[in-house]
């Protein structure tokens, strides 16, 4: 009796689990299909993917890039009068960082005058030992020039792209 029940219940559930398995076999093939295929149009689609975001899902996308190179207590510092600053934050050897973050359309430039603001208000009132400008635009060249003789990292569309394609950004490590 044993035999004309239980074997063939065990044969039954060790075919089915043989099923099981290619099955997910498959589908692990097809998720890793899936997957390249993603990775490999990244860069491309993360940038429209930013460029659709709201200013504020965009401060919370560069908090995020921040948390993912290591930075801890990263916070959001509000809305209006927010005195240049859009993040506050840690590295993970201690600096002080202070982020200012521009969801700008692709066309346009940081001007001068707002890289000015940012860099007397992140050092002066923030004591930044770490000043990050981020646009989803460019900058022009007066407001790189000002970013590179008062030590700011001026993230500009293309680094921003690479960084949230998965690239490490230096000054953060």
Do not use: Y
């Amino acid at each position: 009796m044993l035999g004309q029940t239980v074997v063939p219940l065990l044969n039954h559930a060790i075919r089915a689990d043989g099923e099981r398995r290619r099955e997910l076999a498959g589908i692990r093939r097809e998720l890793g299909r899936i997957d390249r295929a993603l990775r490999a149009r990244m860069p491309s689609g993360a940038m429209a993917a930013m460029d659709a975001m709201t200013w504020r899902e965009f401060e919370d996308h560069v908090a995020g890039l921040c948390r993912r190179d290591g930075c801890i207590s990263v916070a959001n510092t509000g809305n209006t009068g927010d005195l240049a600053a859009d993040l506050v934050g840690r590295t993970a050897d201690g600096r002080t960082l202070v982020v200012q973050c521009k969801h700008f359309a692709p066309h346009r430039k940081v001007e001068s005058g707002e890289m000015q603001k940012f860099i007397g208000m992140a050092k002066l009132e923030h004591a930044a030992d770490l000043a990050l400008f981020v646009t989803t635009a460019t900058f022009t060249p007066a407001a790189r020039d000002l970013a590179v003789r008062h030590g700011v990292t001026a993230v500009h569309r293309r680094l921003l792209e690479t960084w949230s394609a998965g690239t490490r950004l230096q000054v953060l490590r």
